[in-house]
């Protein structure tokens, strides 16, 4: 082999390589949808000229057929007139008439099954079309539903690849370095500003806060004796109540020596007048 042969066979597979992963399924199936429905308009076009043909072949057939009664009927008139030549002259032209009539008739024949033969394939055609175009979608779809798994399994295999995970990893273990530092100030911060203490009795608050919950589940599983009851309320209101009850006594013993005083003194200026 040359290497002209060679270099025309190497150019031409790499050109067919290069179409072969250009070409789009979705679009090449669009395309080749239109293009039948293309082919299917001029074959309707072919059909409905033969059609045309077919009929007026028709139309020429019966003008010679009326054309050849026509001329028997003028041969008729001749005999009747007694002028035979006349009528000789009149059959000859008759059959004539009978003769195109006949080959009229054998092409209209011919063209009439052609024309229904085109119908025929027209019909088949636009079968296969719509069958074409139904397997086009279906073929669409499988493409979509294809190129979708195959995304997802690129992502999924991206996700299996351990240096994502490692950097995950490595994230959070920073973020958790950069929360102990922030807690780490805010410490030290309260140490220096003077609530510590505050901070200490929040600890203590929460821790017994904590124990307390502790011996109550105790209690409710009976790992520990019942709480002992608090006081009675009633004393607890009357004690509560008595340093009232006091107020309220000497408040009305002294509204009723006020009471006492002014009657006293409004008797002593009625007696005065």
Known sequence: MGIFSRLAQLIKSNLNDLISRSED?????????????????????????????????????????ATATEWERRA??????????????????KREHDELQTTLKDQWDKQKKSVEQLKQALRLLNDKIEEAKR???VLVARKK???????????????????????????????????????????????????????????????????????ALKRKMGLAPAETPPPAAEAVKARVQAPVDAREHEEAELAAALEELEAEQQQARKHGR
């Open 145 to 215: 539903r294809a190129e979708a798994q195959k995304a997802i399994h690129e992502t999924m295999h991206g996700l299996r690849d351990q240096s994502a995970f490692e950097t995950f990893n490595r994230m959070e273990q920073k973020i958790d370095q950069i929360e102990a530092e922030a807690e780490a100030q805010s410490d030290l911060s309260e140490e220096y500003t003077g609530d510590a203490l505050a901070s200490q009795f929040s600890k203590l608050e929460r821790s017994a806060g904590a124990e307390d919950d502790l011996a």
């Open 76 to 93: 008729m008139v001749a005999v009747r007139a007694g002028n035979e030549e006349l009528a000789k002259e009149a059959l000859a032209r």
């Open 135 to 137: 397997k086009k979608n």
């Open 25 to 65: 399924p979705e679009k090449m199936l669009n395309q080749i949808v239109l293009d039948m429905n293309t082919q299917l308009v001029e074959a309707k076009k072919q059909v409905a000229a033969s059609i045309a043909d077919e009929k007026r072949l028709f139309k020429q057939y019966e003008a010679e057929a």
